[in-house]
Protein backbone atom coordinates (compact mmCIF):
# COMPACT_ATOMS: atom_id res chain seq x y z
CA UNK A 1 0.00 0.00 0.00
CA UNK A 2 1.01 3.70 -0.36
CA UNK A 3 0.69 6.55 2.22
CA UNK A 4 1.54 10.07 1.58
CA UNK A 5 3.56 12.13 3.65
CA UNK A 6 2.01 12.72 7.24
CA UNK A 7 2.58 13.72 10.89
CA UNK A 8 1.70 11.61 13.79
CA UNK A 9 2.04 13.41 17.14
CA UNK A 10 0.57 12.12 20.02
CA UNK A 11 0.91 14.53 22.63
CA UNK A 12 2.86 18.06 23.60
CA UNK A 13 4.54 18.30 27.01
CA UNK A 14 4.13 21.50 29.06
CA UNK A 15 6.79 23.42 31.75
CA UNK A 16 9.00 21.41 33.25
CA UNK A 17 10.62 21.76 36.88
CA UNK A 18 14.12 23.21 36.69
CA UNK A 19 15.18 21.66 39.59
CA UNK A 20 17.52 24.39 42.45
CA UNK A 21 14.01 25.97 43.96
CA UNK A 22 12.76 29.16 43.88
CA UNK A 23 15.86 31.52 43.18
CA UNK A 24 16.68 29.52 40.12
CA UNK A 25 13.25 29.29 39.05
CA UNK A 26 12.65 32.80 39.54
CA UNK A 27 16.25 34.16 37.28
CA UNK A 28 15.07 32.00 34.61
CA UNK A 29 11.45 33.51 34.45
CA UNK A 30 13.12 36.94 34.41
CA UNK A 31 15.98 36.10 31.69
CA UNK A 32 13.07 34.52 29.38
CA UNK A 33 10.84 38.10 30.29
CA UNK A 34 13.75 39.78 28.87
CA UNK A 35 14.80 38.02 26.02
CA UNK A 36 10.99 37.99 24.85
CA UNK A 37 10.85 41.63 25.35
CA UNK A 38 14.11 42.19 23.55
CA UNK A 39 12.08 39.81 21.01
CA UNK A 40 9.16 40.70 18.36
CA UNK A 41 8.78 41.17 14.42
CA UNK A 42 12.57 41.64 13.11
CA UNK A 43 14.08 41.31 10.14
CA UNK A 44 16.52 38.59 11.74
CA UNK A 45 14.01 36.65 11.68
CA UNK A 46 13.12 34.16 8.68
CA UNK A 47 9.37 32.51 8.84
CA UNK A 48 6.80 33.16 6.42
CA UNK A 49 4.55 35.24 9.60
CA UNK A 50 7.33 37.50 9.84
CA UNK A 51 7.52 38.03 5.76
CA UNK A 52 4.02 39.11 6.04
CA UNK A 53 5.08 41.68 8.89
CA UNK A 54 7.96 42.34 6.57
CA UNK A 55 5.73 43.24 2.90
CA UNK A 56 3.48 44.92 4.69
CA UNK A 57 6.55 47.82 5.23
CA UNK A 58 8.84 47.23 2.63
CA UNK A 59 9.78 50.01 0.14
CA UNK A 60 11.70 48.21 -2.79
CA UNK A 61 15.36 49.12 -3.43
CA UNK A 62 16.56 50.00 -6.58
CA UNK A 63 17.66 47.00 -8.61
CA UNK A 64 14.88 44.60 -7.13
CA UNK A 65 13.22 43.81 -9.97
CA UNK A 66 16.55 42.59 -11.33
CA UNK A 67 16.91 40.51 -8.52
CA UNK A 68 13.56 39.17 -9.13
CA UNK A 69 14.00 38.14 -12.22
CA UNK A 70 17.36 36.30 -11.39
CA UNK A 71 15.82 34.32 -8.90
CA UNK A 72 13.33 33.19 -10.88
CA UNK A 73 15.13 32.07 -14.19
CA UNK A 74 18.25 30.93 -12.44
CA UNK A 75 16.58 29.72 -8.81
CA UNK A 76 19.56 31.67 -6.89
CA UNK A 77 19.92 35.50 -6.91
CA UNK A 78 23.16 37.33 -5.13
CA UNK A 79 22.68 40.57 -3.75
CA UNK A 80 25.31 43.47 -3.42
CA UNK A 81 24.52 46.38 -1.43
CA UNK A 82 25.88 49.02 1.42
CA UNK A 83 25.49 47.61 4.50
CA UNK A 84 22.10 49.87 6.28
CA UNK A 85 20.69 49.70 3.02
CA UNK A 86 18.25 46.65 3.83
CA UNK A 87 19.95 43.99 1.94
CA UNK A 88 18.74 41.32 4.44
CA UNK A 89 15.16 42.35 3.86
CA UNK A 90 15.29 42.50 0.44
CA UNK A 91 16.75 39.08 0.09
CA UNK A 92 13.57 37.58 2.78
CA UNK A 93 10.84 39.52 0.83
CA UNK A 94 12.27 38.07 -2.47
CA UNK A 95 12.00 34.72 -0.78
CA UNK A 96 8.69 35.54 0.73
CA UNK A 97 7.21 36.78 -2.88
CA UNK A 98 7.55 33.35 -3.77
CA UNK A 99 5.93 31.60 -1.52
CA UNK A 100 3.64 28.70 -2.52
CA UNK A 101 5.37 25.73 -3.40
CA UNK A 102 5.44 22.57 -1.03
CA UNK A 103 8.93 23.63 0.87
CA UNK A 104 9.57 25.98 3.55
CA UNK A 105 11.48 29.22 4.07
CA UNK A 106 15.24 28.55 5.50
CA UNK A 107 18.09 30.36 6.52
CA UNK A 108 21.12 28.16 6.08
CA UNK A 109 23.90 28.42 8.73
CA UNK A 110 27.20 30.72 8.52
CA UNK A 111 29.32 28.97 10.96
CA UNK A 112 31.48 26.39 11.18
CA UNK A 113 30.25 23.31 13.34
CA UNK A 114 29.19 19.93 13.26
CA UNK A 115 25.91 19.72 11.22
CA UNK A 116 28.23 19.73 7.79
CA UNK A 117 28.72 22.21 4.74
CA UNK A 118 26.63 24.74 4.65
CA UNK A 119 26.10 23.99 1.07
CA UNK A 120 24.67 20.99 1.81
CA UNK A 121 22.61 19.84 -1.44
CA UNK A 122 21.27 16.41 0.43
CA UNK A 123 19.59 19.37 2.40
CA UNK A 124 17.50 20.45 -0.27
CA UNK A 125 14.09 20.02 0.10
CA UNK A 126 11.09 20.42 -3.24
CA UNK A 127 10.69 23.63 -3.30
CA UNK A 128 12.44 25.23 -0.27
CA UNK A 129 13.42 29.13 0.02
CA UNK A 130 16.75 29.72 1.32
CA UNK A 131 18.77 32.69 2.33
CA UNK A 132 22.49 32.74 3.15
CA UNK A 133 23.41 35.78 4.72
CA UNK A 134 27.20 36.06 4.00
CA UNK A 135 27.52 40.15 5.14
CA UNK A 136 30.20 39.41 8.06
CA UNK A 137 31.67 36.05 6.91
CA UNK A 138 35.65 36.14 6.62
CA UNK A 139 37.81 36.25 3.08
CA UNK A 140 38.69 32.76 3.22
CA UNK A 141 34.84 31.49 4.13
CA UNK A 142 33.31 33.90 1.20
CA UNK A 143 36.37 31.98 -1.17
CA UNK A 144 35.19 28.42 -0.15
CA UNK A 145 31.32 29.02 -0.57
CA UNK A 146 31.90 30.32 -3.57
CA UNK A 147 33.81 27.83 -5.06
CA UNK A 148 31.17 25.22 -3.92
CA UNK A 149 27.96 27.95 -5.07
CA UNK A 150 27.47 26.26 -8.79
CA UNK A 151 26.93 22.91 -7.62
CA UNK A 152 24.43 23.60 -5.18
CA UNK A 153 22.77 25.53 -7.54
CA UNK A 154 22.02 22.38 -9.65
CA UNK A 155 20.61 21.05 -6.82
CA UNK A 156 18.28 23.54 -6.40
CA UNK A 157 17.12 23.82 -10.23
CA UNK A 158 16.49 19.94 -9.90
CA UNK A 159 14.46 20.67 -6.67
CA UNK A 160 13.09 23.46 -7.77
CA UNK A 161 14.37 25.54 -4.63
CA UNK A 162 15.48 29.06 -4.73
CA UNK A 163 18.25 30.77 -2.63
CA UNK A 164 19.03 34.06 -1.83
CA UNK A 165 22.85 35.22 -1.10
CA UNK A 166 23.57 38.33 0.55
CA UNK A 167 26.92 39.10 -0.26
CA UNK A 168 29.46 40.54 2.09
CA UNK A 169 30.02 44.36 0.66
CA UNK A 170 33.72 44.46 1.88
CA UNK A 171 35.12 41.80 0.32
CA UNK A 172 33.04 43.07 -3.22
CA UNK A 173 36.68 42.63 -4.52
CA UNK A 174 36.71 38.51 -3.88
CA UNK A 175 33.79 37.62 -5.83
CA UNK A 176 34.40 35.41 -8.46
CA UNK A 177 33.85 36.21 -12.48
CA UNK A 178 31.50 33.67 -13.18
CA UNK A 179 28.94 34.44 -10.17
CA UNK A 180 28.37 38.19 -11.40
CA UNK A 181 25.62 36.48 -13.82
CA UNK A 182 23.68 35.88 -10.83
CA UNK A 183 24.92 39.14 -9.14
CA UNK A 184 21.83 41.93 -8.85
CA UNK A 185 23.23 45.60 -7.72
CA UNK A 186 20.46 47.00 -5.02
CA UNK A 187 20.47 50.89 -3.99
CA UNK A 188 18.99 52.14 -0.19
CA UNK A 189 15.24 53.01 -0.90
CA UNK A 190 13.82 56.19 -0.08
CA UNK A 191 14.04 56.76 3.47
CA UNK A 192 11.28 59.10 3.51
CA UNK A 193 9.33 56.33 1.71
CA UNK A 194 10.18 54.06 4.60
CA UNK A 195 9.23 56.33 7.34
CA UNK A 196 6.19 56.95 5.66
CA UNK A 197 4.97 53.15 5.37
CA UNK A 198 5.77 52.88 8.77
CA UNK A 199 3.21 55.38 10.06
CA UNK A 200 0.89 54.76 7.78
CA UNK A 201 0.45 51.21 9.41
CA UNK A 202 0.13 52.81 12.77
CA UNK A 203 -2.71 55.04 11.51
CA UNK A 204 -0.21 58.21 11.17
CA UNK A 205 -0.92 60.35 8.11
CA UNK A 206 1.05 63.59 7.65
CA UNK A 207 0.92 65.77 4.62
CA UNK A 208 3.23 65.60 2.11
CA UNK A 209 5.00 68.96 3.38
CA UNK A 210 5.48 68.12 7.13
CA UNK A 211 7.46 64.93 5.62
CA UNK A 212 9.58 67.34 3.65
CA UNK A 213 10.95 69.27 6.64
CA UNK A 214 15.05 70.41 6.29
CA UNK A 215 15.23 68.50 9.98
CA UNK A 216 13.75 65.33 9.17
CA UNK A 217 15.56 64.59 5.69
CA UNK A 218 18.94 65.89 7.29
CA UNK A 219 18.36 62.45 10.39
CA UNK A 220 17.04 60.31 7.24
CA UNK A 221 20.28 60.87 5.41
CA UNK A 222 22.62 59.63 7.91
CA UNK A 223 20.81 56.64 9.39
CA UNK A 224 20.72 53.44 8.41
CA UNK A 225 17.14 51.61 7.23
CA UNK A 226 16.51 50.16 10.52
CA UNK A 227 16.91 53.45 12.40
CA UNK A 228 14.47 54.54 10.26
CA UNK A 229 11.84 52.14 11.82
CA UNK A 230 12.82 52.80 15.59
CA UNK A 231 12.14 56.68 14.27
CA UNK A 232 8.86 55.47 13.09
CA UNK A 233 8.20 53.88 16.17
CA UNK A 234 9.22 56.86 18.26
CA UNK A 235 6.96 59.30 16.72
CA UNK A 236 4.17 56.67 17.22
CA UNK A 237 4.88 56.13 20.97
CA UNK A 238 4.34 60.25 21.41
CA UNK A 239 1.10 59.52 19.36
CA UNK A 240 0.23 57.14 22.02
CA UNK A 241 1.07 58.85 25.24
CA UNK A 242 -0.42 61.85 24.15
CA UNK A 243 2.20 64.33 23.60
CA UNK A 244 0.49 67.85 22.50
CA UNK A 245 1.32 69.68 19.08
CA UNK A 246 0.57 66.99 16.33
CA UNK A 247 2.40 64.92 14.06
CA UNK A 248 4.86 68.07 13.65
CA UNK A 249 5.31 68.12 17.34
CA UNK A 250 6.14 64.32 17.77
CA UNK A 251 8.51 64.20 14.42
CA UNK A 252 10.37 67.14 16.10
CA UNK A 253 10.56 65.85 19.31
CA UNK A 254 11.41 62.07 18.17
CA UNK A 255 14.35 63.68 15.85
CA UNK A 256 15.20 65.88 19.40
CA UNK A 257 15.65 62.53 21.64
CA UNK A 258 18.12 60.56 19.45
CA UNK A 259 19.83 64.09 17.85
CA UNK A 260 23.64 64.08 18.17
CA UNK A 261 25.31 65.46 21.10
CA UNK A 262 28.71 64.31 20.16
CA UNK A 263 30.04 68.19 20.32
CA UNK A 264 28.13 69.42 23.16
CA UNK A 265 29.48 66.73 24.96
CA UNK A 266 32.96 67.49 24.04
CA UNK A 267 32.65 70.68 25.22
CA UNK A 268 31.28 69.87 28.54
CA UNK A 269 33.81 67.49 29.62
CA UNK A 270 36.75 70.14 28.43
CA UNK A 271 35.00 72.36 31.51
CA UNK A 272 34.31 69.25 33.42
CA UNK A 273 38.23 68.31 33.86
CA UNK A 274 38.23 66.64 37.47
CA UNK A 275 38.24 63.05 37.93
CA UNK A 276 35.35 62.92 39.61
CA UNK A 277 33.13 65.10 37.55
CA UNK A 278 33.83 62.97 34.83
CA UNK A 279 33.16 59.79 37.03
CA UNK A 280 29.52 61.19 37.89
CA UNK A 281 29.36 62.06 33.93
CA UNK A 282 29.95 58.42 32.76
CA UNK A 283 27.64 56.78 35.62
CA UNK A 284 24.82 58.68 35.56
CA UNK A 285 25.19 58.09 31.31
CA UNK A 286 25.47 54.39 31.98
CA UNK A 287 22.72 54.16 34.93
CA UNK A 288 20.57 56.97 33.53
CA UNK A 289 17.56 57.39 35.37
CA UNK A 290 18.24 55.62 38.46
CA UNK A 291 18.34 56.84 42.28
CA UNK A 292 21.35 59.04 43.18
CA UNK A 293 22.37 56.42 45.81
CA UNK A 294 23.28 54.36 42.36
CA UNK A 295 24.88 57.15 40.57
CA UNK A 296 26.93 57.82 43.52
CA UNK A 297 28.17 54.18 44.11
CA UNK A 298 28.80 53.33 40.46
CA UNK A 299 31.07 56.79 40.29
CA UNK A 300 32.87 55.58 43.34
CA UNK A 301 33.61 51.92 41.90
CA UNK A 302 34.63 53.68 38.59
CA UNK A 303 37.13 55.94 40.37
CA UNK A 304 38.24 52.59 42.49
CA UNK A 305 38.41 50.77 39.41
CA UNK A 306 40.93 53.52 37.35
CA UNK A 307 43.00 53.54 40.67
CA UNK A 308 41.38 57.50 41.09
CA UNK A 309 42.90 58.88 44.36
CA UNK A 310 40.91 59.79 46.80
CA UNK A 311 39.56 62.90 47.65
CA UNK A 312 41.04 63.70 51.43
CA UNK A 313 39.05 65.90 52.81
CA UNK A 314 35.44 65.27 55.13
CA UNK A 315 33.16 64.27 53.39
CA UNK A 316 30.66 67.03 55.03
CA UNK A 317 33.45 69.44 53.72
CA UNK A 318 32.98 68.09 50.05
CA UNK A 319 30.44 69.05 47.37
CA UNK A 320 27.00 67.96 48.08
CA UNK A 321 25.63 65.22 45.30
CA UNK A 322 22.67 67.55 44.38
CA UNK A 323 25.01 70.27 43.52
CA UNK A 324 27.47 68.25 41.51
CA UNK A 325 24.85 66.50 39.50
CA UNK A 326 23.02 69.91 39.01
CA UNK A 327 26.14 71.59 37.62
CA UNK A 328 26.49 68.75 35.09
CA UNK A 329 23.52 69.29 33.66
CA UNK A 330 21.22 66.71 35.28
CA UNK A 331 18.21 66.79 37.86
CA UNK A 332 16.27 65.02 40.06
CA UNK A 333 13.00 63.81 39.41
CA UNK A 334 9.26 63.93 41.15
CA UNK A 335 9.83 60.04 41.08
CA UNK A 336 13.34 60.44 42.55
CA UNK A 337 15.05 59.17 39.98
CA UNK A 338 18.48 61.45 38.19
CA UNK A 339 18.79 62.11 34.57
CA UNK A 340 19.97 64.49 32.11
CA UNK A 341 18.11 67.95 31.41
CA UNK A 342 18.63 67.48 27.41
CA UNK A 343 17.45 64.69 25.44
CA UNK A 344 19.93 62.09 24.65
CA UNK A 345 22.49 63.45 26.07
CA UNK A 346 23.05 60.62 28.16
CA UNK A 347 24.16 58.75 24.74
CA UNK A 348 26.33 61.20 23.92
CA UNK A 349 28.54 60.99 26.62
CA UNK A 350 28.44 57.29 26.43
CA UNK A 351 29.57 57.90 22.98
CA UNK A 352 32.37 60.19 24.13
CA UNK A 353 33.68 58.19 26.43
CA UNK A 354 33.70 54.76 24.47
CA UNK A 355 35.56 56.77 21.32
CA UNK A 356 37.96 59.10 23.38
CA UNK A 357 39.35 57.26 26.03
CA UNK A 358 39.97 53.81 24.33
CA UNK A 359 42.54 53.03 25.85
CA UNK A 360 40.24 52.57 29.37
CA UNK A 361 37.66 50.60 27.74
CA UNK A 362 38.97 47.12 29.58
CA UNK A 363 39.05 49.29 32.49
CA UNK A 364 35.19 49.91 32.02
CA UNK A 365 34.28 46.41 31.02
CA UNK A 366 35.42 45.16 34.13
CA UNK A 367 34.01 48.01 36.41
CA UNK A 368 30.63 47.08 35.02
CA UNK A 369 30.58 43.44 35.11
CA UNK A 370 31.38 44.53 39.30
CA UNK A 371 28.66 47.41 39.31
CA UNK A 372 26.08 44.60 38.43
CA UNK A 373 27.42 41.77 40.71
CA UNK A 374 28.00 43.14 43.89
CA UNK A 375 24.33 44.15 45.05
CA UNK A 376 22.64 47.32 45.54
CA UNK A 377 21.77 48.40 41.86
CA UNK A 378 18.40 47.35 41.72
CA UNK A 379 17.02 44.67 39.59
CA UNK A 380 15.12 47.23 37.20
CA UNK A 381 18.05 48.93 36.94
CA UNK A 382 20.15 46.01 35.09
CA UNK A 383 18.48 45.76 31.87
CA UNK A 384 18.35 49.41 30.67
CA UNK A 385 22.08 49.58 31.13
CA UNK A 386 23.16 46.47 30.02
CA UNK A 387 21.93 47.63 26.78
CA UNK A 388 23.63 50.57 26.76
CA UNK A 389 26.75 49.29 26.87
CA UNK A 390 26.23 46.57 24.99
CA UNK A 391 25.40 49.21 22.16
CA UNK A 392 28.68 50.89 23.07
CA UNK A 393 30.79 47.79 22.59
CA UNK A 394 29.56 47.29 19.06
CA UNK A 395 29.61 50.44 18.16
CA UNK A 396 33.47 50.40 18.82
CA UNK A 397 33.73 46.86 17.32
CA UNK A 398 34.14 45.34 20.48
CA UNK A 399 31.69 42.38 20.59
CA UNK A 400 34.31 40.24 22.79
CA UNK A 401 33.71 42.39 25.36
CA UNK A 402 30.02 41.18 26.08
CA UNK A 403 30.99 37.59 25.84
CA UNK A 404 33.72 38.15 28.31
CA UNK A 405 30.57 39.67 30.33
CA UNK A 406 28.62 36.92 30.05
CA UNK A 407 31.48 34.21 31.00
CA UNK A 408 32.24 35.97 33.92
CA UNK A 409 28.48 36.50 35.29
CA UNK A 410 28.33 32.88 34.58
CA UNK A 411 31.39 31.31 35.70
CA UNK A 412 31.51 28.65 38.59
CA UNK A 413 31.54 31.05 41.11
CA UNK A 414 28.85 33.21 39.73
CA UNK A 415 25.56 34.34 40.71
CA UNK A 416 22.12 33.01 39.78
CA UNK A 417 20.52 36.76 40.00
CA UNK A 418 22.95 37.13 36.53
CA UNK A 419 21.45 34.52 34.81
CA UNK A 420 19.18 37.40 33.18
CA UNK A 421 21.95 40.01 32.73
CA UNK A 422 24.43 37.30 31.00
CA UNK A 423 21.62 36.12 28.75
CA UNK A 424 21.05 39.74 27.67
CA UNK A 425 24.14 40.28 27.04
CA UNK A 426 24.27 37.67 24.57
CA UNK A 427 20.68 38.49 23.29
CA UNK A 428 22.49 42.04 22.14
CA UNK A 429 25.15 40.23 20.32
CA UNK A 430 23.18 37.56 18.39
CA UNK A 431 21.33 40.39 16.94
CA UNK A 432 24.10 42.65 15.72
CA UNK A 433 24.26 42.44 11.80
CA UNK A 434 28.36 43.01 12.17
CA UNK A 435 28.86 40.39 15.19
CA UNK A 436 26.04 37.94 15.18
CA UNK A 437 28.14 35.62 13.44
CA UNK A 438 31.09 35.70 16.04
CA UNK A 439 28.41 35.02 18.64
CA UNK A 440 27.06 32.08 17.22
CA UNK A 441 30.43 31.20 16.57
CA UNK A 442 31.08 31.19 20.12
CA UNK A 443 28.25 29.98 21.86
CA UNK A 444 28.97 26.33 19.79
CA UNK A 445 32.63 26.76 20.93
CA UNK A 446 30.93 27.10 24.09
CA UNK A 447 28.32 24.17 24.14
CA UNK A 448 31.03 21.41 23.58
CA UNK A 449 32.45 22.56 25.90
CA UNK A 450 32.38 19.39 28.94
CA UNK A 451 32.64 20.75 32.09
CA UNK A 452 31.00 24.52 31.11
CA UNK A 453 29.66 25.80 34.23
CA UNK A 454 25.97 25.77 35.20
CA UNK A 455 24.93 29.16 35.12
CA UNK A 456 26.19 29.60 31.72
CA UNK A 457 24.79 25.92 30.12
CA UNK A 458 21.53 27.65 31.90
CA UNK A 459 21.97 30.99 29.79
CA UNK A 460 22.82 28.70 26.49
CA UNK A 461 19.76 27.17 26.66
CA UNK A 462 17.93 30.59 27.25
CA UNK A 463 19.38 31.79 23.78
CA UNK A 464 19.63 28.97 21.74
CA UNK A 465 16.01 28.65 22.45
CA UNK A 466 14.76 32.12 22.80
CA UNK A 467 16.65 34.19 20.41
CA UNK A 468 18.59 32.22 18.37
CA UNK A 469 15.58 29.98 17.72
CA UNK A 470 14.41 33.35 15.83
CA UNK A 471 16.68 33.81 12.96
CA UNK A 472 18.90 30.80 13.10
CA UNK A 473 16.87 27.33 14.11
CA UNK A 474 19.33 25.29 12.52
CA UNK A 475 22.40 26.99 14.65
CA UNK A 476 20.02 26.51 17.56
CA UNK A 477 19.02 23.36 17.42
CA UNK A 478 23.00 21.84 16.81
CA UNK A 479 23.74 23.96 19.82
CA UNK A 480 20.68 22.86 22.15
CA UNK A 481 21.57 19.26 21.00
CA UNK A 482 25.01 19.63 22.32
CA UNK A 483 24.32 21.21 25.64
CA UNK A 484 21.59 17.96 26.22
CA UNK A 485 24.07 15.95 25.70
CA UNK A 486 26.61 17.10 28.05
CA UNK A 487 23.61 18.07 30.38
CA UNK A 488 23.60 17.47 33.77
CA UNK A 489 21.83 18.57 37.27
CA UNK A 490 19.49 21.28 36.75
CA UNK A 491 19.98 21.98 33.07
CA UNK A 492 19.20 18.78 32.23
CA UNK A 493 15.37 18.60 31.98
CA UNK A 494 15.90 22.47 30.67
CA UNK A 495 17.93 21.82 27.74
CA UNK A 496 16.02 18.62 27.12
CA UNK A 497 12.79 20.23 26.75
CA UNK A 498 13.99 23.23 24.76
CA UNK A 499 15.38 20.78 21.75
CA UNK A 500 12.24 19.00 21.48
CA UNK A 501 10.04 21.92 21.57
CA UNK A 502 12.53 23.27 18.40
CA UNK A 503 12.53 19.62 16.46
CA UNK A 504 9.02 19.31 17.15
CA UNK A 505 8.55 22.65 15.40
CA UNK A 506 8.69 21.61 12.13
CA UNK A 507 9.58 18.88 9.85
CA UNK A 508 13.09 20.12 8.87
CA UNK A 509 14.23 20.46 12.51
CA UNK A 510 12.69 17.08 13.02
CA UNK A 511 14.94 15.11 10.28
CA UNK A 512 17.60 17.43 11.42
CA UNK A 513 18.18 16.34 15.08
CA UNK A 514 16.77 12.44 13.51
CA UNK A 515 19.91 12.48 11.66
CA UNK A 516 22.24 14.12 14.78
CA UNK A 517 20.61 11.44 17.21
CA UNK A 518 21.58 8.39 14.24
CA UNK A 519 25.06 9.16 14.21
CA UNK A 520 25.29 10.32 18.01
CA UNK A 521 24.17 6.76 18.47
CA UNK A 522 26.68 5.59 16.96
CA UNK A 523 29.32 7.40 18.69
CA UNK A 524 28.01 5.94 21.76
CA UNK A 525 26.56 9.26 22.68
CA UNK A 526 24.39 7.52 26.28
CA UNK A 527 22.02 11.01 26.45
CA UNK A 528 21.10 10.47 22.98
CA UNK A 529 19.12 7.18 23.51
CA UNK A 530 16.93 8.78 25.94
CA UNK A 531 16.59 11.81 23.52
CA UNK A 532 15.53 9.27 20.58
CA UNK A 533 13.03 7.73 22.51
CA UNK A 534 11.23 11.17 23.55
CA UNK A 535 11.29 11.53 19.60
CA UNK A 536 9.19 8.51 18.90
CA UNK A 537 6.39 10.16 21.11
CA UNK A 538 5.73 12.31 17.77
CA UNK A 539 6.60 10.74 14.87
CA UNK A 540 6.62 12.70 11.55
CA UNK A 541 6.91 11.64 7.81
CA UNK A 542 7.47 8.25 8.49
CA UNK A 543 6.45 7.74 5.20
CA UNK A 544 10.24 9.19 4.25
CA UNK A 545 12.37 6.15 3.83
CA UNK A 546 15.21 7.98 4.86
CA UNK A 547 13.18 8.81 8.16
CA UNK A 548 12.76 5.27 8.63
CA UNK A 549 16.11 4.23 8.47
CA UNK A 550 16.57 6.78 11.45
CA UNK A 551 14.25 5.13 13.12
CA UNK A 552 15.30 2.07 12.42
CA UNK A 553 18.98 2.75 13.17
CA UNK A 554 17.45 4.29 16.61
CA UNK A 555 15.44 1.39 17.82
CA UNK A 556 18.36 -1.18 17.15
CA UNK A 557 20.72 0.83 19.58
CA UNK A 558 17.74 0.91 22.14
CA UNK A 559 16.97 -2.80 21.90
CA UNK A 560 20.75 -3.40 21.85
CA UNK A 561 21.84 -0.85 25.00
CA UNK A 562 19.01 -0.15 27.09
CA UNK A 563 16.84 -2.70 29.58
CA UNK A 564 13.19 -3.64 28.37
CA UNK A 565 11.47 -2.08 31.25
CA UNK A 566 13.11 1.34 30.12
CA UNK A 567 11.78 1.02 25.68
CA UNK A 568 8.87 -1.01 26.05
CA UNK A 569 6.43 2.34 27.26
CA UNK A 570 7.36 3.82 24.05
CA UNK A 571 6.66 0.52 21.93
CA UNK A 572 3.71 0.20 23.17
CA UNK A 573 2.75 4.08 22.63
CA UNK A 574 3.43 2.57 18.86
CA UNK A 575 1.05 -0.38 19.07
CA UNK A 576 -1.43 2.03 20.68
CA UNK A 577 -0.98 3.93 17.36
CA UNK A 578 -1.31 1.74 14.64
CA UNK A 579 -4.82 0.38 16.35
CA UNK A 580 -6.56 3.51 16.92
CA UNK A 581 -5.61 4.32 13.99
CA UNK A 582 -3.82 7.61 14.75
CA UNK A 583 -0.34 6.01 13.27
CA UNK A 584 0.23 3.93 10.31
CA UNK A 585 0.93 0.31 10.23
CA UNK A 586 4.60 1.04 8.82
CA UNK A 587 5.41 2.17 12.68
CA UNK A 588 5.33 -2.21 13.29
CA UNK A 589 7.82 -2.36 10.03
CA UNK A 590 10.15 -0.01 11.71
CA UNK A 591 10.08 -1.95 15.12
CA UNK A 592 10.55 -5.31 13.59
CA UNK A 593 13.09 -3.88 11.08
CA UNK A 594 15.11 -2.37 14.73
CA UNK A 595 15.36 -5.91 16.52
CA UNK A 596 17.95 -6.97 13.26
CA UNK A 597 16.65 -10.23 13.10
CA UNK A 598 17.53 -11.10 16.25
CA UNK A 599 15.58 -14.25 17.58
CA UNK A 600 15.89 -13.01 21.72
CA UNK A 601 14.49 -9.38 20.21
CA UNK A 602 11.90 -10.21 18.24
CA UNK A 603 10.30 -13.16 20.45
CA UNK A 604 10.48 -9.76 23.12
CA UNK A 605 8.88 -8.00 20.98
CA UNK A 606 6.05 -10.10 20.40
CA UNK A 607 5.53 -11.09 24.19
CA UNK A 608 5.41 -7.38 24.90
CA UNK A 609 2.79 -7.32 21.65
CA UNK A 610 0.91 -10.06 23.72
CA UNK A 611 0.89 -8.78 27.10
CA UNK A 612 0.00 -5.31 25.67
CA UNK A 613 -3.45 -7.23 23.87
CA UNK A 614 -4.49 -8.63 26.69
CA UNK A 615 -4.36 -5.16 29.09
CA UNK A 616 -4.99 -2.50 26.25
CA UNK A 617 -8.02 -0.25 27.07
CA UNK A 618 -11.97 -1.74 26.59
CA UNK A 619 -11.58 1.32 23.56
CA UNK A 620 -9.30 -0.55 21.53
CA UNK A 621 -10.77 -3.85 21.33
CA UNK A 622 -11.86 -3.95 18.20
CA UNK A 623 -8.39 -2.97 16.62
CA UNK A 624 -5.85 -4.74 14.82
CA UNK A 625 -4.65 -7.69 16.40
CA UNK A 626 -0.87 -6.29 17.02
CA UNK A 627 0.44 -9.61 17.68
CA UNK A 628 -0.52 -11.19 14.42
CA UNK A 629 0.25 -8.18 12.72
CA UNK A 630 3.99 -8.30 14.52
CA UNK A 631 3.83 -12.10 13.56
CA UNK A 632 3.47 -11.86 10.31
CA UNK A 633 6.32 -8.98 9.61
CA UNK A 634 8.68 -11.13 11.43
CA UNK A 635 7.85 -14.22 9.58
CA UNK A 636 8.50 -11.81 6.63
CA UNK A 637 11.82 -10.16 8.12
CA UNK A 638 13.18 -13.98 8.47
CA UNK A 639 12.28 -15.19 5.03
CA UNK A 640 9.45 -17.50 6.20
CA UNK A 641 6.27 -15.63 4.62
CA UNK A 642 5.51 -13.88 1.44
CA UNK A 643 4.20 -10.72 3.10
CA UNK A 644 4.24 -7.47 1.07
CA UNK A 645 5.26 -4.87 3.86
CA UNK A 646 3.73 -1.45 3.76
CA UNK A 647 6.10 0.71 1.20
Known sequence: MTEPYSAYISESCGPVHTGDGAQLNISL????????HEAGPSLRSITDRDGDWLEQRFVAPGGMQRARTLLRTNSVVLLSARPGSGRRAAALILLHELAGGSGG????????????????????????????????????????????????RARLVERRALLAVVLPHHHAYLQRTELKPYTAELTRPSSRDVLSRYLQLDNIRPPTAELGVQSLASHLAKVPMREVAELADRIRSLRDTGFPGGFP??????????????AEVAADLAAHDSGRRRALLLALAMFHESPPATVLRTASALLSALSHPPDERPRLEQTDLNRELTELGAETGPNGLVRFRTHNYDRGVREHFWTYFPDLTEQFRRWFHDCL?????????HAPAITRFADQCLRVGRPGDLLWLADAWTGHHGQVRLIPDAAQALDHGLADERYGQRFRQQIYDWSITGNLPQN??????????????????????????????????????????????????????????????????????????????????????IASQEVRAGLTAGWAAVFRKLPREEWHPYAVHWFT?????????????????GCRNEAVLLGG???????????????????????????QKISFAQGLGFLVPAV
Open 29 to 36: ALASDRLQ
Open 105 to 152: LYELPDTEDDSGSVLDVSEVGEGDRLMLDLSAVDEARYLSLQRRLPDF
Open 249 to 262: SWRDQAIKRVADRS
Open 373 to 381: ARPGIGENE
Open 456 to 541: LKQVLVLVCSQTMRRSHPHQALVRLHHLDRRADGRVSDTARSALLDLALSNSRMYRLLLQRVRRGLESEWARDLGLFLALTQSVRL
Open 577 to 593: AVVDGSGPERLLDVLVD
Open 605 to 631: LYQLARDWERSRPPGLVDGPGIADLLV
